[in-house]
């Protein structure tokens, strides 16, 4: 009779450990600085996108220099105040968004908000984390989420692991925040994909903590 051979076993692959994190990680909050939205230059200087185009430019890096990562619609919106629009629609903000699009870095997360960043900056090294003393300066959806993993990441340094609502909760307060709404909720959902996701954060049946004990890499 034939011989039937055994079929060999396959090995599984062997997991690849991520890239550790190149962020520096924060050993303090800082204060949340608003770009000064004060008019600057006529509205008729925008109804010529050749001649607004430079003072767009200076204008965002100037904003992005003192608040930013900024997202894309709230730079959009301080750059038309300080050309006198107190609101801007349609072809105005396709206009200088086309501005910032091609002269500056973004970061993108599908079916959320763009976030743009300021000259010089690299999203995988930045590490600050601002606490926002008014929230009407700047809403909890416009905190990157980039930063929303900064504040992640050093609440759980400071313990063993945290569940995932007192995660959210701390990161709400240490932002500046108080309200616990649906959207914050969503919001801080995002961060904490954010943070699974880059392998600085993992989590075991239900707690979170750093990735590694001694330090902010996996």
């Known amino acids: ?20 994190s190149r962020v520096a ?27 607004a185009e430079p003072a767009i430019q200076r ?15 709230r730079l959009t919106s301080i750059i038309a105040r300080r050309f006198g629009f107190g609101r801007i629609g349609g072809q105005r903000r396709t206009d200088i ?11 993108e997360i599908e079916g959320e908000p763009d976030f743009v960043w300021p000259p010089g900056v690299d999203p995988e090294t930045w590490g600050e984390i601002r606490r926002t003393e008014a929230p ?6 416009e905190v990157s989420p980039h930063e929303l993993v ?6 759980l340094r400071q ?8 995660l959210e909760r701390e990161t709400l307060t240490l932002l ?18 954010m943070a699974l996701d880059s392998g600085r954060v993992v989590e075991a049946d239900g707690r979170f903590r750093v990735a590694d004990p001694s330090g902010d890499t996996p």
């Open 25 to 51: 990680p924060a050993t303090a909050v800082g204060l949340f600085t608003a770009a000064n939205d004060s008019v600057m230059a006529p509205q008729a200087v925008l109804s010529n996108l050749q001649m």
């Open 97 to 107: 968004e086309n501005v910032i699009r091609a002269g500056f870095s973004l970061t």
């Open 176 to 193: 500046g925040y108080t309200r616990m709404t649906e959207s914050a909720r969503s919001w801080l959902a995002v961060g904490v994909e």
């Open 1 to 20: 009779e034939p011989v039937v051979e055994p079929t060999p076993a396959v090995a599984e692959p062997a997991a690849q450990p991520r890239p550790a």
């Open 150 to 155: 900064n504040a992640m990441s050093y609440l």
């Open 159 to 166: 313990s063993f692991s945290m569940s995932r609502p007192d």
């Open 59 to 73: 204008y965002a890096v100037d904003i992005l220099t003192t608040e930013g990562p900024t997202q894309l619609n």
């Open 136 to 141: 009407a300066a700047r809403t909890l959806q």
